[in-house]
């Protein structure tokens, strides 16, 4: 069973900085693609960034530019680097794995490609 533990969050002012962190149990090398996603209070959960099972990068729109996610294999853990941090960043941040190999693509983005989810951190900005 994978488990996924986020750290990291806080309270950042507005073009501070702020990284994620999400440790994976019973990590497989080159089984997972995974990504981050974002709650606001009212909203819908969107997928910011988000990492394939070969080790390609995307970002929304949103976040492009600014926030980076990556990996590393050998501590198995997640990363989600925030720059230039705005109030509309505020929001509980989780990450999620997909077992399997796989590219990324626009499902990359969509909640229901994943298959484990971690509890979440929150990220205040002001």
């Known amino acids: 069973h994978v488990q996924l533990v986020e750290s990291g969050g806080g309270s950042a002012q507005a073009g501070g900085s702020l990284r994620l962190s999400c440790v994976v149990s019973?990590?497989?090398?080159?089984?997972?693609?995974m990504g981050w996603f974002r709650q606001a209070p009212g909203k819908e959960r969107e997928g910011v960034a988000a990492?394939?099972?070969?080790?390609?990068?995307g970002y929304a729109d949103s976040v492009k530019g600014r926030f980076t996610i990556s990996k590393d294999n050998a501590k198995n853990t997640l990363y989600l680097q925030m720059n230039n941090l705005k109030p509309e960043d505020t929001a509980m941040y989780y990450c999620?794995?997909?077992?399997?190999?796989?590219?990324?693509?626009?499902?990359?983005?969509?909640?229901?490609?994943?298959?484990?989810w971690g509890p979440g951190t929150q990220v205040t900005v002001s």
């Open positions: 990492i394939g099972s070969d080790g390609s990068t």
């Open positions: 999620a794995a997909y077992v399997g190999s796989r590219v990324l693509g626009p499902w990359s983005y969509e909640r229901g490609t994943y298959d484990f």
């Open positions: 019973e990590y497989t090398h080159s089984t997972y693609a």
